[in-house]
């Protein structure tokens, strides 16, 4: 049983560029949520995607948008990057339609922008 | 706001010994609390999650409490080994929330061989 993934595992972008980033969940989950990570620091929590749908989210900006696809796959989509925005991004799953269930991360993508 | 602090940031111990991670939160209305080992520039691994209802939980070496009144757990290491060096982080998911997750800074501990 392949575990959550994803997908790039580094990345190299400029400022002003856009970034897309790509999870697949855990088998037999259907819930996913974003998370960053900035150096030192504890993740820090975006949104999450349940149904389709973006259920809760986090104190980022619009900048920051997700999708979640049928399959229950999920992107996150990063506009108008910053130099803040290098960091270490981590997806989780979990099943039942709930987040308080053991939540699985991946191995995360790191993103750096110059 | 829920806030989770972790105590203390960077630990050292030779092999063998026994240790304590400490972790607090300002909010005791939680769903449950979860435990990560984080190995640098990798994901996370789960290793211990507490219900509320609960006040411990054990996984081979490893135990860890749950005081929700006091807003506090505590990871309890036991006979440490080399390989157990990494970021140990703790989380909480806040009652009524869909589960997202507040996690603390986590504590980064180093074992001597």
């Known amino acids: 049983d392949a575990g959550v993934t994803q ?7 400029t400022r002003g560029q856009q970034v897309t980033l790509r999870c697949s969940p855990k088998s037999g989950h259907d819930t996913v949520s974003w998370y960053q990570q900035a150096l030192g620091q504890g993740p820090q929590f975006i949104f ?3 149904e389709e749908e ?6 980022f900006p619009d900048r920051f948008s997700g999708h979640q696809f049928p399959n229950y796959s999920s992107e996150l989509n990063v506009n108008a990057l910053l130099l803040g925005d290098s960091a270490l991004y981590l997806c989780a799953s ?3 339609g ?3 269930e ?3 991360f991946g191995p995360g993508t790191r993103l750096l922008v110059l | 706001k829920q806030e989770v602090t972790q105590i203390p940031a960077a630990l050292s111990v030779p092999e063998g010994e ?11 209305a939680i769903y449950n609390l979860q435990w990560f080992r984080q190995d640098p520039g990798k ?4 290793l211990l999650l507490i219900q509320s209802s609960q006040r411990e939980q054990t996984s081979g070496r490893l135990n860890a409490s749950l005081d929700k009144s006091s807003g506090r757990s505590t990871l309890y290491i036991a006979a440490s080994q080399p390989g157990d060096s990494a970021t140990y982080l703790c989380a909480v998911v806040h009652g009524g929330s869909q589960g997202n997750l507040i996690f603390g800074k986590g504590t980064k501990l180093s074992v001597k061989p």
């Open chain 2, 18 to 28: 026994n240790l304590v991670l400490n972790c607090s939160f300002t909010d005791s």
């Open chain 1, 7 to 13: 997908s790039p595992t580094h990345l190299i972008k």
């Open chain 1, 98 to 100: 709930t987040g308080v």
């Open chain 1, 54 to 59: 973006e259920r809760q989210r986090g104190n």
């Open chain 1, 94 to 96: 979990s099943p039942l």
């Open chain 1, 48 to 50: 999450q995607y349940y």
């Open chain 2, 43 to 46: 994901g996370l691994t789960s």
């Open chain 1, 102 to 104: 053991t939540q699985y």
